[in-house]
């Protein structure tokens, strides 16, 4: 074989590495149609049910962390759901989510996927839903709206030492410098880096946050 053909898959540009992992990810991603019914039911219905693009970096955190409880903020049509319950094949998931059509359709994709008992939905609205549960959770994954304060002090609580949190929608600013709440989404990014209580990097624009 020709020092040539060793290399014909390999990307010469920024942009053409970011396409081959974008395409070998979409290739390899096992939940791609619950992600496809999240975009044909927003589509549909004009609301905020989106799959994460992080999905399968979810799933392997949720392997590498050893997870055993996972609680998650925002289910919508249960695709982040599902990988984090693949990732981690001996954790239970609580997944919150306020939307009870939504609750319902995901709970219809992850039966339709095998997981359904091993991911319990919880329909209610952080944090009033947060303050129902016990504390212990190795790994919390937030993907509902701005996230607050009040919230990131819950999430600490519910966590154990040395849990792991993973935080989206820190950066809604973005798209409309005019949402509410992004002021209350600016403290929990800078409250993410207090040295005594998280240990905090970035993956994408999420942040992957230890507690101490």
Request: hydrophobic share 45%; charged share 25%.
């Amino acid at each position: 074989m020709s020092a040539s053909a060793d290399f014909a898959d390999e990307p010469t540009s920024d942009d053409a590495a970011r396409a081959w992992v974008a395409r070998r990810l979409r290739q390899a991603d096992r939940f791609a149609a619950i992600a496809g019914e999240t975009e044909r039911h927003r589509a549909e219905h004009g609301c905020n049910a989106y799959a994460s693009a992080d999905g399968p970096l979810l799933g392997v955190l949720a392997r590498a962390s050893g997870a055993r409880r996972i609680l998650e903020i925002g289910t919508a049509l249960g695709y982040s759901a599902a990988w984090l319950a693949e990732g981690a094949p001996e954790a239970r998931v609580d997944s919150i989510e306020a939307d009870g059509s939504h609750a319902e359709a995901a709970a219809a994709q992850l039966r339709r996927v095998g997981l359904a008992e091993r991911v319990k939905i919880r329909v209610g609205r952080s944090p009033e839903a947060l303050r129902l549960l016990e504390p212990g959770y190795d790994l919390v994954f937030y993907d509902a709206y701005v996230p607050t304060p009040d919230e990131l002090a819950l999430f600490r609580d519910l966590l154990r030492p040395g849990g792991l949190l993973v935080t989206s929608n820190l950066f809604l600013g973005r798209y409309d410098a005019a949402l509410p709440g992004l002021a209350k989404g600016a403290e929990v990014r800078r409250a993410l880096f207090d040295p005594g209580r998280w240990l905090t990097t970035f993956a994408d624009l999420k942040a992957l946050s230890i507690r101490l």
